[in-house]
């Protein structure tokens, strides 16, 4: 029965077929802070089935009906805990209320940072995420800064997230292989995960440094319309990758004031 489940290439679904990679992505929650777990994608189950071994109550969001008929019949114990939309459309509210809950997956690529976007905006109830991405995707997320690959991703996950690359996970286990190999990684929510800054005013200076990221700050953010004497700040004459989550964080005080004080 397994077979009549076909990936589809529009769903970028690629189906995990070894089960000691399914059984430790599995195990890299911790399981703290939260009894429920919301499994992103499940395909077949090959993930679930470990996931259902522990001490919480899992769920699954999967869109693709063949999918959810084959969960159904071979996972009695999902009949009421598949939930058969979007996600990235799905008010998370309609089944966890305000209650704490981790998100795993083997995500399908082509929406994998969106995923991460709407985690991002549910950080509040989730304590804990974890699963597969495209290697390069997860490498990008987890980067520190005065890597090439650290950019607005990497930034805007761990100003809430500790972000950690866990291993990485060669083609040849999926049906169908995918042309990249992949990479597993794992967000834990910081103790305080508070912004002491505007939110959208902290995303908008770290989107726009990184647009023109070979530019230092002082040209990059010129549509910040900054003041003479807050262009002399020697961080200005950084680039974009030069600047630890943290001095982001400052990066957008210091234009919150300097815009208070042109006013």
């Given at each position: 029965m397994k077979d009549k489940v076909r990936a589809k290439k529009h769903l970028g679904q690629h189906f995990l077929k070894d089960e000691e990679i399914a059984e430790k992505i599995a195990d890299t929650l911790s399981l703290n802070g939260y009894k429920k777990i919301l499994e992103i994608?499940?395909?077949?189950?090959?993930?679930?089935?470990?996931?259902?071994?522990?001490?919480?109550t899992t769920f699954v969001c999967e869109i693709d009906s063949e999918s959810v008929t084959y969960?159904?019949?071979?996972?009695?114990?999902?009949?009421?805990?598949?939930?058969?939309?979007?996600?990235?459309?799905?008010?998370?509210?309609?089944t966890f209320k305000q209650e704490q809950f981790a998100i795993i997956g083997n995500f399908p690529y082509n929406i994998s940072t969106q995923i991460v976007f709407k985690t991002l905006e549910l950080r509040d109830q989730v304590p804990e995420f974890s699963g597969m991405f495209q290697k390069e995707v997860a490498q990008?997320?987890?980067?520190?800064?005065?890597?090439?690959?650290?950019?607005?991703?990497?930034?805007?996950?761990?100003?809430f997230y500790e972000?950690?690359?866990?291993?990485?996970?060669?083609?040849?286990?999926f049906n169908?292989?995918?042309?990249?190999?992949?990479?597993?990684?794992?967000?834990?929510?910081?103790?305080?995960?508070?912004?002491?800054?505007?939110?959208?005013?902290?995303?908008?200076?770290?989107?726009?440094?990184?647009?023109?990221?070979?530019?230092?700050?002082?040209?990059?953010l010129k549509t910040f319309n900054l003041s003479d004497n807050l262009k002399e700040d020697t961080i200005f004459g950084l680039r974009p990758e030069q600047l630890s989550v943290q001095r982001f964080v400052e990066l957008t005080i210091k234009i919150a004031n300097d815009s208070i004080q042109t006013q």
């Open positions: 994608g499940p395909g077949t189950g090959v993930l679930t089935k470990y996931l259902l071994k522990k001490p919480v969960l159904r019949a071979h996972y009695l114990q999902l009949s009421d805990k598949i939930i058969e939309k979007d996600f990235l459309k799905y008010d998370v509210s309609e990008r997320i987890c980067a520190p800064h005065g890597n090439k690959t650290y950019g607005i991703l990497s930034v805007l996950t761990q100003v972000a950690e690359y866990l291993f990485t996970v060669p083609p040849e286990v169908p292989p995918p042309k990249v190999e992949s990479g597993v990684m794992r967000l834990t929510r910081k103790k305080d995960y508070s912004l002491p800054c505007d939110e959208k005013l902290f995303f908008r200076v770290v989107k726009t440094a990184f647009q023109q990221r070979r530019k230092t700050l002082r040209n990059s």
